[in-house]
Nanobody
């Protein structure tokens, strides 16, 4: 069982910055990828950014150039630096992690974990 603990959300004025953190703990095998999703009121949940081992980070077009995702593998922690925030960025941000358990027969198991979510509110 893996737990994801998020922090860094809050209320910020348009144009400001926030830095979200998400730390994974518990019975970890090998976390392959981590990412951030968000859900605005009345909207579908969308991928904001993700970083997968061996690949370049991927960003939603709406945040490209403003947000930066990074990962500290030693700490099993992912960060989301959010700059030039807009009211449209308001929503609940969820941390996601995929843990891989290698089996003796090499048929691996994949576990998908989610954080509780942290509220980000950008005022105009």
């Amino acid at each position: 069982q893996v737990q994801l603990v998020e922090s860094g959300g809050g209320l910020v004025q348009a144009g400001g910055s926030l830095r979200l953190s998400c730390a994974a703990s518990g019975t970890i095998f090998s976390i392959n990828g981590m990412g951030w999703y968000r859900q605005a009121p009345g909207k579908q949940r969308e991928l904001v950014a993700q970083i997968i081992s061996g690949r370049r980070p991927n960003y939603a077009d709406s945040v490209k150039g403003r947000f930066t995702i990074s990962r500290d593998n030693a700490k099993n922690t992912v960060y989301l630096q959010m700059n030039s925030l807009k009211p449209e960025d308001t929503g609940v941000y969820y941390c996601n992690a995929v843990d891989i358990e290698e089996t003796p027969d090499n048929s691996n198991y994949y576990y998908d974990y989610w954080g509780q979510g942290t509220q980000v509110t950008v005022s105009s």
